[in-house]
């Protein structure tokens, strides 16, 4: 059993910084990979990035690469997400999870524990 809080939202202008963080609880937070999911008003959740057990293998959505870098500290049980060069269009709920299974990341239904969320908001 996993337990995610993120934390680290809050409204920002375009073109800002923000580092969202999501601290876990339970056993063997190291053996999860982890990942960033975002779902906007009136809009599916969509996968944002990923990150395997170890660190050494990262993925990104097509819409975030190049801006965003998720990494974690197996020692803090904590899993980031920097976000630069903020958008309007990434203004929503962050969400981090957890899965054991290495396969279609993407994929929300791969991933058993779920974080509560944190609002991101970017104004233009």
């Known amino acids: 059993q996993v337990q995610l809080v993120e934390s680290g939202g809050g409204l920002v202008q375009a073109g800002d910084s923000l580092r969202v963080s999501c601290a876990a609880s339970?056993?063997?937070?190291?053996?999860?990979?982890m990942a960033w999911f975002r779902q906007a008003p009136g809009k599916e959740r969509e996968f944002v990035a990923r990150?395997?057990?170890?660190?050494?293998?990262?993925a990104y959505a097509d819409s975030v690469k190049g801006r965003f870098t998720i990494s974690r500290d197996n020692a803090k049980n904590t899993v980031y997400l920097q976000m630069n060069s903020l958008k309007p269009e990434d203004t929503a709920v962050y969400y981090c999870a957890a899965s054991s299974s290495s396969y279609y990341y993407t994929q929300s239904s791969v991933y058993a524990y779920w974080g509560q969320g944190t609002q991101v908001t970017v104004s233009s």
């Open positions: 339970g056993r063997s937070f190291s053996t999860y990979a």
């Open positions: 990150i395997s057990w170890s660190g050494a293998v990262t």
